[in-house]
């Protein structure tokens, strides 16, 4: 028997809270609750489409309840139940604090340096957190071109921290990005034409401290040093560090990787399978609950 909104709210505080096990959960289930762990209670996160905004609505219904929520199209602050089909879904305008426009969110909420955490996807990033969304090979002749920015390059330029959701391939993970949408740690000044550090060409402006803090891809997380380079931070289940290097175009530093990506808890889970994106809009396929979680939730 399906259960009501109302019922299934009622339920999360009986479901444990403890880590499932390696076979109970997926790898897009493991990515969306491990970039949700980058959000603070207090943080104004904006979320591009796809897993970072399922990452943030699980934020926002376990560790992050007062995270405000902010969707390029004008939508601030609503609570919604399902993860909305794109940014522009009005279901995401449920109880929301304003309906505006993207005046309001670019010129007025990012501009104004008030997002704390932007969350975007990216087809291919470098060893500072640059990213392309742009372009595979020369600009004005490409191998392929992708669909653009769209509202990347401002988010991941001037939200305090940025969170990326990639998929992993040595293609993918490079020394540095045939065309840069949206610079990392390290951008090209245009005074000069030299590869340089961002703060260094951002210096005298909000934006100069803002940049990449984490990476979350179907075979690790990572996280950026003081110097502004990509490092090992976890690797998933099953994946050894050999095929993280092996699965990336650089040099990257795993001296300081802290062990195995945490897994999702059991409560994570209900909420993301059964609040976040109960339709499959964007997980691939339901998952069967063990047979103690079930009967929770069966009651």
Known sequence: MSKSIEELMALIDLIPDEPAKVGEFILPELMAIAIAHQVRNDDIVFAGTGLPMVGIMTANLTVAPNALLIYEAGICDGKTMHVPMSVCDQRAANMSSTLGGLVDTFGYY?????????????AAIDKYGGVNVTSIGDYYSPQHRFTGSGGNSDIGTMSHRVAYIILQEKRRFLEKNDYTTTPGWYCTDWKDGKWKP???????????????????SNFATYGFDDEGLMYLDTTHPGVSVQQVQENCGFDLNVSRVSGETAHPTYRELFVLREFVDAELIFLPQKVDYPPEIQKIIDG
């Open 198 to 216: 961002k703060k260094e060409v951002w210096a005298g402006t909000p934006f100069a401290n803002s940049g990449p803090c984490a990476v979350v």
């Open 110 to 122: 990012l501009q104004q340096h008030f997002v704390t955490l932007g969350f975007l996807g990216g």
